[in-house]
């Protein structure tokens, strides 16, 4: 998680539109991910958030425009791209129906 409350302020995913999102949660749909990508790409602390989980061991949640849950990489294929991030939409329809 991110070392300090003070390098939150700002962030796009503590807005009260984007609090309900599962950002921590390890069960996310394909659906709910590409909504928190799209959160990510306008977050002004992006590169302060990836920063922390690059030095610390991230391995649930979604932090900085991905799904850090480590078990996930195995069921199913994650976009980990952010522009656009535009699933297939077979895993979209299969996953989050």
């Known amino acids: 998680m991110i070392a300090s409350t003070g390098s939150m302020l700002g962030a796009a995913?503590?807005?009260p539109e984007n609090q309900d999102l599962p950002w921590t949660a390890e069960d996310a749909s394909?659906?709910?991910?590409?909504r928190m990508a799209r959160v990510c790409t306008s977050c002004p602390v992006l590169a302060t958030c990836a920063?922390?989980?690059a030095t610390t061991e991230t391995t649930a949640g979604f932090w900085a425009g991905h799904d850090r849950t480590a078990w996930r990489e195995a069921l199913e294929p994650v976009q980990d791209t952010l522009p656009g991030l535009e699933l297939p939409r077979s895993v979209v329809a299969g996953v989050a129906a």
């Open 13 to 15: 995913c503590a807005r």
């Open 51 to 53: 920063l922390e989980v």
């Open 30 to 34: 394909a659906l709910a991910r590409a």
